[in-house]
């Protein structure tokens, strides 16, 4: 029987041996485990470094979005009080343009009327030519009379 103690304590030896081989096995692939753990955790935090980083990028983006709709609210708004201001000449040149055509129409009212005055006034002179003419005949006439008598 001792032999077969023997033996089954020889067995359980063996299967010990065997036992401690893969719980040898097991730590080292645990040791593996922890070791890409850790790696995952570096590369996480890493990640969250980044991903606070960009956080922070797109609440600064936000930011220059936010003032560049401000800039553009204020654009819009000079656009508008541009546009009126546009109208507002458009009309006054438009009244411009009337008043000049008015005046210009009056300035050839004024043109003919006064070449018509030129046309009178120098038939006035050779009136007044024939006049002084007849003036001088009847002088030189009352002359030549009174020498006579």
Same mark, same amino acid.
């Given at each position: ?18 036992? $401690?081989?893969? @719980? ?10 922890? &070791? %890409? @753990? $850790? ?9 969250? &470094?980044?991903?606070?980083n ?5 609440? %600064?983006?936000? $930011?220059?979005? $936010?003032? *560049? ?9 000079? @656009? ?32 003919y ?5 030129? &046309? ?6 050779? &009136? *007044? ?15 030549? *009379?009174?020498?006579?008598?």
């Amino acid at each position: 029987m001792d032999k077969e103690i023997v033996d089954i304590l020889k067995s359980i030896q063996s299967s010990m041996t065997n036992l $401690d081989g893969k @719980v040898d096995n097991l730590d080292n692939r645990m040791d593996k485990l922890e &070791g %890409k @753990v $850790d790696n995952l955790d570096n590369r996480m935090d890493k990640l969250e &470094g980044k991903v606070d980083n960009l956080d922070n990028r797109m609440d %600064k983006l936000e $930011d220059k979005v $936010d003032k *560049l709709d401000n800039t553009i609210d204020t654009l819009q708004d000079k @656009v508008v009080s541009i546009k009126l201001t546009q109208q507002e000449h458009t009309l006054l040149l438009r009244s411009l343009e009337h008043s000049a055509e008015i005046n210009k129409s009056e300035h050839e009212d004024m043109k003919y009327d006064i070449n018509t005055l030129i &046309g009178k006034v120098e038939n006035i002179e050779k &009136g *007044l030519n024939f006049v002084e003419m007849a003036t001088a005949n009847n002088w030189s006439e009352i002359v030549k *009379l009174k020498s006579i008598k």
